[in-house]
């Protein structure tokens, strides 16, 4: 069974304080890793995709990287608006569905 | 704007009193999803759809009923609401192998 599990499970920071959020995961036959940003009361913001192990893409102050087991996004000198739910998902080949993680609740303090 | 709206936002109901919560897309997407995000268990599916007249059950279908008569809209139906339906829904679409869109969510209480 497929399967994503992320930590921290909450993590508070210092703005400018650079951290690394992880995205362990299983997946028979992976077609894509994804990464979303959840405020409070909204929907899911789609970030980055990754599909292969090595690739890496970055969007402001988020890099987000991919081996054959796990996913990390890089938060390099975060700023209180950074402060959000981050959540990985995975989906795999065949079945039409994301797997998500249960996300890392992320706090930048000024 | 490119986006997937759903209707209404928050709603409380009492248990077995059949509600529908729509959700349109302006995309021309051909697949559409449902999700429930309850908290420790993250989202998780329902039901998603491949194209018009096309569904299949997600991991959660039980006491959910979608139907997929235009491309547009992809209504999640609950005919006999139970407290343990209480949750926040999502819809979304995608094109190609890439790019999910969610709605903005519909916080749903049965009591």
């Known amino acids: 069974e497929d399967q994503v599990t992320q930590s921290p499970e909450a993590l508070r920071l210092q703005e400018g304080e650079s951290s690394s959020l992880n995205c362990s995961y299983t997946?028979?036959?992976?077609?894509?890793l994804f990464w979303y940003r959840q405020d409070p009361g909204k929907g899911p913001e789609f970030l980055f995709t990754?599909?292969?192990a090595g690739e890496e893409k970055e969007k402001e102050r988020l890099k987000a990287t991919l081996t054959k087991k796990e996913s990390f996004l890089h938060i390099t000198a975060p700023k209180p608006e950074d402060s959000a739910t981050y959540l990985c998902?995975?989906?795999?080949?065949?079945?039409?569905?994301?797997?998500f993680g249960t996300g890392t609740r992320l706090l930048v303090s000024p | 704007e490119a986006q997937v709206t759903q209707n209404p936002r928050y709603l409380i109901t009492v248990t077995g009193k059949k509600l529908t919560v729509t959700c349109s897309q302006n995309?021309?997407?051909?697949?559409m999803s449902w999700y429930r995000q309850d908290p420790g268990l993250g989202l998780r599916q329902i039901y998603y759809?491949?194209?018009?007249?096309?569904?299949d059950k997600g991991d959660v279908p039980e006491g959910y009923k979608v139907s997929r008569k235009e491309k547009r809209n992809f209504p999640l139906i609950l005919e006999s609401p139970s407290p343990n339906q209480t949750s926040l829904y999502f819809c979304?679409?995608?094109?190609?192998?890439?790019?999910?869109?969610f709605g903005s969510g519909t916080r749903l209480t049965v009591v």
């Open positions: 979304a679409s995608r094109t190609g192998r890439d790019g999910y869109t």
């Open positions: 997946v028979s036959g992976l077609r894509g």
């Open positions: 990754l599909y292969s």
């Open positions: 998902a995975v989906r795999n080949t065949g079945f039409q569905k994301l797997v």
């Open positions: 995309m021309n997407h051909e697949y």
């Open positions: 759809s491949m194209n018009v007249e096309v569904t």
